[in-house]
């Protein structure tokens, strides 16, 4: 793998053409056409993202000059600590990339330097060999680990994955798990995730990534990522997503599922909740089962009902019991499993 340095070059229209981009995603006037223009001016060419990727890259170094507050780090959510609840679910207003006012002065030398300059270069934290490191969490329990990179990983309960970072990428292998990923940017480096059959490329953005059951979906926050073949790094990517966009895909399956969501929904469990919208109940019953050390099972004429709610995480009885305060459902606790099934 190689920096962006040694691929093809990038003409100078496309340079600017990436900067506008960048620019006006970044502003509170993108709107789902810009997007979808964005994806479609992606798709051109691949020259077009190795332009953007080097232009998110300048823009990651002139945001660091400015220096922020760190936010305190939340502790490890231990299961039980909040109690299971119905709330009605309001839609939240999704997070922009909203440049800071001070970076509008910024933005004119951004495109001339990019116009000017002509190559990009990439900051490198590899030192020494490649060190793999492993990440658990326990059932019900949340965690943040920060890499060496910079990169911000917040684990979902019971989640295993390793993590490491060489010389010329960064990589990502997911057991069994569910995380977001705030990627640090390294044109230079770009940053692999597996997760069962499919690899996930990134150089920079955030996005939640689950691996669970045969299951695997990727839903994006901010920036672009592309999903291809495991073990296939030369293939055309399956799929370019970008904000607001979320690929499904059944492990061994042929098929992968893109359409429009919401991050905020697909990330709720990092504040300590799950929303459901519309989801069907045997759904619902596989996401709650992950927070619970029994097999959650519906009956056939359950499976379909449809669920629309915002629970805290919380202990699985407690779960299942605001859930059953709203719906036709009954709940039959066995030694082995939870059974679900209409309410007689």
Known sequence: MTGPSARSPIPDAVRERAAAWCVRLGSDEADDADWLAFETWLAENPVHLQAYEAVEHLWSDLDALKPVAAAPQAAPQAAGELAATVIPLTPRPRPTRRPPAWMGAVAASLLAIIVIGGTFGGVSYWAGRPKTEAFDTAMGQRRVVTLADGTHITLNGDSHLTATLGRHERRVVMASAEAVFDVAK???RPFFIEAGDREIRVVGTEFNVLHQGGEVKVTVRRGVVEVRPKGAPGAQPLARLTKGQALSHRVGAGADAVAAADPDVAMAWTTGRLVFQGERLSDVAATLARYGRRPIVVTPEARDMRVTASL??????????????????????????????LRR
């Open 312 to 341: 805290n995480i919380g202990p699985e009885d407690e779960m299942l019991r605001a859930l059953t305060a709203f719906l036709p459902v009954q709940i039959d606790r066995r030694t082995d499993s939870v059974r679900l099934s």
């Open 186 to 188: 390294d044109p230079d």
